[in-house]
T-cell receptor, first 114, second 111 residues
Framework: AQTVTQSQPEMSVQEAETVTLSCTYD???????LFWYKQPPSRQMILVIR????KQQNATENRFSVNFQKAAKSFSLKISDSQLGDAAMYFC???????????WGAGTKLIIKP | NAGVTQTPKFRILKIGQSMTLQCTQD?????MYWYRQDPGMGLKLIYY???????DKGEVPNGYNVSRSTTEDFPLRLELAAPSQTSVYFC??????????FGEGSWLTVV
């Protein structure tokens, strides 16, 4: 079965510091996509970053970057220079190329300390 | 620049009542999804559709029905509402690519 695991229910970081959120997944597919979504208290789902499995280069979006380790089936999110507005739930999601559905992790609550 | 639009945003239902959550997208996307998110939890797929006239069950379909008569619209019907259906509901869509676009969510409380 394809699963996504986020082992950290909650993380906290000091403002301006760096934090890494973990995500692992289980699959036998070779082509797929991985995503990090942010969900602030408003509950809106906001795409943070995505990674295509066939690309070896790690995706980056401004202060957000990923460490994609395909062999280890690991997809962690690094947030640099954390800001108060980064406080939210972060969900990791896996999307196999052969399916129609995203498979979601349970989420990590990120707390930013001022 | 509408994207995915859900209505209503908030609704309180009494046990046993029925209602329809509306979802429409203006991006001509073939794939549409309905998720529910219980407090402190991730998203669970209720139903999805790969095109007009085609729908299929997701992980938690019981108590719900959907239809997809047009590309744009994908309404979710709740029959005989139960307290266990208290949740936030998200509609989403995507094209042939792999980015999913979400609506803003519909907060449903069943009392």
């Amino acid at each position: 079965a394809q699963t996504v695991t986020q082992s950290q229910p909650e993380m906290s970081v000091q403002e301006a510091e760096t934090v890494t959120l973990s995500c692992t997944y289980d699959t036998s597919e070779s082509d797929y996509y991985l995503f990090w979504y942010k969900q602030p208290p408003s509950r809106q789902m906001i795409l943070v970053i995505r990674q295509e499995a066939y690309k070896q280069q790690n995706a980056t979006e401004n202060r957000f970057s990923v460490n994609f380790q395909k062999a280890a089936k690991s997809f962690s999110l690094k947030i640099s220079d954390s800001q108060l507005g980064d406080a939210a739930m972060y969900f990791c999601a896996y999307f196999p190329d052969s399916n129609y559905q995203l498979i979601w992790g349970a989420g990590t609550k990120l707390i930013i300390k001022p | 620049n509408a994207g995915v639009t859900q209505t209503p945003k908030f609704r309180i239902l009494k046990i046993g009542q029925s209602m329809t959550l509306q979802c429409t997208q203006d991006m001509n996307h073939n794939y549409m999804y309905w998720y529910r998110q219980d407090p402190g939890m991730g998203l669970k797929l209720i139903y999805y559709s790969v095109g007009a006239g085609i729908t299929d069950k997701g992980e938690v379909p019981n108590g719900y029905n959907v239809s997809r008569s047009t590309t744009e619209d994908f309404p979710l019907r709740l029959e005989l509402a139960a307290p266990s259906q208290t949740s936030v509901y998200f509609c989403a869509s995507r094209n042939g690519g792999n980015t999913i676009y979400f609506g803003e969510g519909s907060w449903l409380t069943v009392v």
